[in-house]
């Protein structure tokens, strides 16, 4: 008769299922720093651009506005009517994008003082062409600080692109102070008619002074477009800047040589106003032109960079998804924890079918047989193991 041994009970095993749950989870956290790092990084490159962007937009709408202030200083130079609808139309324009962005770029007091300046030149006296002369250049000189003011905000000024960079200088910071340094070149080749004899040397000296600003930042936006145009990709950056660029080149070299006096002293203050006007012609069109391409190139890294953050946001939530996957897998493949108890080893329960006889059957075949009696034993004469050997 065998006697059942004691039921024991099975230890749970969370720790064997805990493991892989908790190694997900520490995967996990890092997966997700860094992914919202790199979208926090490529985000602040997406704003700089969208800056940037704000930028040549503030500058496209200051552009009518220097133009408009030159003509406006040739005028009265000349005692001409001022055009003043043009110069209030460009003003508006410039306040309406001021209201919209120049918070964003830090402009709005700079801006509110320009045009108050502005607003009151007409209302100057232009009986005295000296003094409307120094008017004008105290107004341009803010006029081309705002230039500089809204490519420092924007951050145009540290633009990372070679073509962009390129651009922006020209025609943000060298075509405003060409177009402004050439106005001041014939305006004062205007009033050395008009001055004594004995202002002469002084006039000169002044007008050799005004042409080498006017020629200095001329021909470095003629290099710089020259570099842009032969390192672009764009086939339409060439074809539409070619025309005008060989204008405004032929508009400068004939500045250059027409303010210059002559052997008698004289100044052709015709050619040079005829050819100020063809170099600030070709400006006119070069500058959309110029501030379209940089437009341009800001957009399509702008794409680039919501590419990137796409493939960011994508490959961080696929790695997250597969930790999770990992963990919930790892869980559910493991037993689940028996709450019963189960036979301890060597009190297995009799199997269905097995050629195993179980201790009942040898229980009853025991007590089929007959009685041994008492001092009786097995049969004495029954072969023993080892008998041959005695």
Do not use: C
Not at 28 to 35: D, G, H, M
Not at 234 to 258: I, K
Not at 272 to 290: D, I, S
Request: aromatic share 4%; no cysteine.
């Amino acid at each position: 008769m065998t006697v059942p041994a004691p039921r024991v009970r099975r230890r749970p095993r969370t720790r064997g299922r805990l493991l892989p749950l908790l190694l997900s989870v520490a995967l996990l956290l890092p997966v997700a720093l860094l992914t919202v790092q790199a979208h926090r990084l490529v985000d602040a490159d997406r704003e700089v651009v969208e800056r940037e962007r704000l930028g040549v937009e503030y500058l496209r709408a200051l552009a009518p506005v220097t133009e408009a202030l030159v003509n406006a200083q040739s005028a009265a130079i000349a005692r001409r009517p001022l055009p003043r609808q043009v110069l209030e139309q460009a003003i508006e324009q410039v306040a309406a994008v001021d209201a919209r962005i120049g918070g964003e770029l830090r402009t709005g007091e700079r801006w509110a003082g320009i045009r108050a300046k502005l607003e009151a030149l007409p209302e100057r006296s232009l009986t005295d062409p000296e003094a409307a002369f120094a008017a004008y250049r105290e107004v341009t000189d803010l006029l081309l600080a705002l230039h500089t003011k809204v490519r420092e905000s924007s951050g145009l000024i540290r633009d990372a692109g070679a073509d962009s960079h390129f651009l922006q200088d020209g025609v943000g910071e060298e075509m405003p102070e060409a177009l402004v340094a050439a106005g001041r070149l014939t305006d004062l080749a205007t009033l050395i008619e008009r001055r004594p004899a004995t202002d002469q040397l002084r006039s000169f000296g002044e007008l050799a002074a005004h042409r080498v600003a006017a020629l200095q930042p001329a021909n470095d936006l003629v290099n710089n477009l020259r570099a842009v145009m032969d390192s672009s990709e764009s086939a339409d950056l060439g074809a539409n800047v070619l025309s005008s660029f060989d204008a405004y080149q032929r508009g400068v070299e004939a500045m250059a040589l027409t303010s210059q006096p002559d052997q008698t002293g004289k100044l052709d203050v015709v050619r040079l106003t005829g050819a100020r006007l063809e170099a600030q012609e070709a400006a006119k069109q070069l500058q959309p032109v110029l501030l379209d391409e940089i437009d341009r190139l800001l957009a399509e890294r702008l794409d680039e960079l919501n590419r990137d953050n796409l493939l960011v946001l994508g490959a961080g939530g696929v790695a997250g998804l597969l930790l999770i996957a990992l963990a919930v897998t790892s869980w559910l493949s493991r037993p689940r924890d028996n709450p019963g108890t189960v036979d301890a080893p060597g009190n297995e329960p009799e199997r269905a079918g097995s050629d195993r006889p179980s201790d009942s059957h040898w229980e009853q075949m025991a007590a089929q047989r007959p009685p041994v009696p008492v001092g009786q034993g097995s049969d004495p004469d029954r072969w023993r193991p080892f008998d041959a050997a005695r």
